[in-house]
């Protein structure tokens, strides 16, 4: 199974900024697309940030600018750099790790999330 473990949450202050990190297990002969996604007290989860396996990204258009994903593929781990933090920004946030590949196993190819990691801004 592929294990995907986020940390790096906390409480900070409007204008604030946090590092988030996610590692997932490796499994051969896999590819990685990793991705951010919050969850709000009452609301939906909604996606936040993706690096693909060529390191290509995209934002929610609410992040962008203030919050930089980036990837260290040597440790499988992906960072969510947070700055100019605002009290909406206030949620869990949760990895996910999709897997797949044409040297994947079948069985394997499938998504994976963390538990996640809370992060909470005060105004």
């Known amino acids: 199974q592929v294990r995907v473990v986020e940390s790096g949450g906390g409480s900070v202050q409007t204008g604030g900024s946090l590092r988030l990190s996610c590692a997932a297990s490796?499994?051969?002969?896999?590819?990685?697309?990793m991705s951010w996604y919050r969850q709000a007290p009452g609301k939906e989860r909604e996606f936040v940030s993706r690096?693909?396996?060529?390191?290509?990204?995209s934002y929610a258009d609410s992040v962008k600018g203030r919050f930089t994903i980036s990837q260290d593929n040597a440790k499988n781990t992906v960072y969510l750099e947070m700055n100019s933090l605002r009290p909406e920004d206030t949620a869990m946030y949760y990895c996910?790790?999709?897997?797949?590949?044409?040297?994947?196993?079948?069985?394997?190819?499938?998504?994976?999330w963390g538990q996640g990691t809370q992060v909470t801004v005060s105004s």
């Open positions: 996910r790790a999709a897997l797949f590949g044409r040297y994947c196993p079948f069985h394997i190819r499938n998504d994976y």
């Open positions: 490796r499994y051969a002969g896999c590819s990685y697309d």
């Open positions: 690096i693909d396996s060529l390191s290509s990204t």
